[in-house]
């Protein structure tokens, strides 16, 4: 079993949807979760960062980290072309090395 | 300020030959990081260098991969005798500390094409 579980999509949603894209992963000893963007051809940015569980949000963004059932989630309200990305998330239990899933194509319709 | 550069932008080479992937980190980070991202696949980590300690080589796949740090700044991921399976983009990324807690600050990438 990979440590960290995303489903590569591409996930397509016309503009204004609500996106929700979802990670599972299998060390119950991740404490650190992020979400980072990455436009094509360009280097990923980090986008959210949460410890431990619960929701953190920021603008239009949610981050969600359910420890119990190991399962992490971003949502995207009122989603826009410029979300169009791949979307990775990533996970810790150490202090320096990060553990990344594959990331999701996301393709918001105008 | 300047962020993370990488040098060549795309490398296309022949299987066999050696080549050298180039980053130049945000002035003034100590930690520096390599990843590979093959088609379909995430980030994976290959190494990493904080300040003057010794690296974390755990993620390099075999040993014709090897990387260098010059003065703290400067590193230079090396490939030898290249194989079509390191065909990727090769990232570099560098933070102020490496603790997760410090946003990693990636660059744009290098392509590598080995025919």
């Known amino acids: 079993q990979k440590e960290v579980e995303q489903d590569p999509g591409p996930l397509s949603v016309p503009e204004g949807a609500i996106v929700s894209l979802n990670c599972t992963y299998s060390?119950?000893?991740?404490?650190?979760f992020m979400w980072y963007r990455q436009y094509s051809r360009k280097g990923p940015e980090l986008l959210m960062y949460?410890?431990?569980?619960g929701n953190k949000e920021d603008g239009r963004f949610t981050a969600q980290v359910d420890k119990s059932s190991k399962y992490i989630s971003l949502f995207i309200r009122d989603s826009q072309p410029s979300d169009s990305a791949t979307y990775l998330c990533?996970?810790?239990?150490?202090?320096?090395?990060?553990?990344f899933g594959k990331g999701t194509r996301l393709h918001i319709l105008p | 300020g300047a962020g993370v550069s990488q040098s060549p932008s795309n490398k296309v080479t022949e299987k066999g030959k050696d080549v050298e992937l180039r980053c130049d980190p945000i002035?003034?980070?100590?930690?520096l990081y390599w990843y590979r991202q093959s088609l379909g696949q995430g980030l994976e980590f290959l190494i990493y260098?904080?300040?003057?300690?010794?690296?974390?080589k755990s993620g390099l796949p075999s040993d014709r991969f090897s990387a260098e740090r010059t003065g703290g700044s400067v590193s230079t991921l090396t490939i030898q005798r290249t194989q079509q399976e390191d065909s990727a983009v090769y990232l570099c990324a560098s933070s102020l500390v490496s603790t997760v807690r410090d946003e990693q600050f990636f660059g744009p990438g290098t392509r590598l094409t080995v025919l």
């Open positions: 949460t410890y431990s569980s």
């Open positions: 260098f904080q300040g003057n300690s010794a690296p974390d």
């Open positions: 002035s003034g980070h100590t930690a």
């Open positions: 060390n119950s000893a991740f404490q650190y």
């Open positions: 990533a996970t810790s239990n150490r202090d320096d090395k990060i553990i």
